[in-house]
Every structure is written in C-alpha cells, then in structure tokens.
C-alpha cells in the first residue's frame, strides 16, 4: 500500500517561488511525479522522475520547475520558479510501478490529496 502526502502549496505573486513536498510510505521502485488540475480542466503531467533519477518535464514548466526525490526520506520534491498565474492548480503527487514514468495521468494509481498553488499577476 502506498501513502502520498503532499505540502508546501500557498499562495503567491508572480515570479515567485514554492516547494512542494510529497511524503511517500510504502513504496519502491516507483515512477513518481508531479501532476495539476486547474479548474475545469484535466489533471495534466507536471514532472516525472524514475528510479535512476531521469526526468521528465511538461513543455510549460521547462527551464523553471525541478523535481527530484530522495530515496532515502522516501521524498519527493518539486521546486518552482518564476511562477505564472496559470501555473494556479491543484498539484498532485502521483507513484506507480509502470515502466514508463511519462504517461497518462490514468496510469497512476497511487495518488495524494493535493496541495494548492495560487499565483497573482
């Protein structure tokens, strides 16, 4: 069985920064990743990280948003930079032993309560 709890959401301006955390019990060898949910929308894939290390980031957040874990803490972590108002979301995180971490929101499983982020222009 696999816990997630995530934190660190708030609310913030634009250009501004969060770190959101994900506790994560009873898993290994797990795809884990970042995921959000705006308002009216679909959730969407934010980042993922396998269990080498090897990411994978959504085109929008590029060059601002890292993720990595710490196998040790059985954390997870994304840092967000330079926010925008539409990075406002719902931010999950997601783990599931799949072989291709970069999927389909639909092939995780295992999932936290969310965390919320609130950027102002």
């Known amino acids: 069985q696999v816990q997630l709890v995530e934190s660190g959401g708030g609310s913030v301006q634009a250009g501004g920064s969060l770190r959101l955390s994900c506790a994560a019990s009873g898993y290994t060898r797990y795809c884990m990743g970042w995921f959000r949910q705006a308002p009216g929308k679909e959730r969407e894939g934010v980042a993922t990280?396998?269990?080498?290390?090897?990411?994978s980031y959504a085109d929008s957040v590029k060059g601002r948003f890292t993720i990595s874990k710490d196998n040790a803490k059985t954390a997870l972590y994304l840092q967000m930079n330079s926010l925008k108002p539409e990075d406002t979301a719902m931010y999950y995180c997601?783990?599931?032993?799949?072989?291709?971490?970069?999927?389909?929101?639909?092939?995780?499983?295992?999932w936290g309560q969310g965390t919320q982020v609130t950027v102002s222009s």
């Open positions: 990280i396998d269990n080498y290390g090897s990411t």
């Open positions: 997601g783990a599931d032993p799949i072989f291709v971490c970069w999927s389909q929101t639909t092939d995780y499983n295992y």
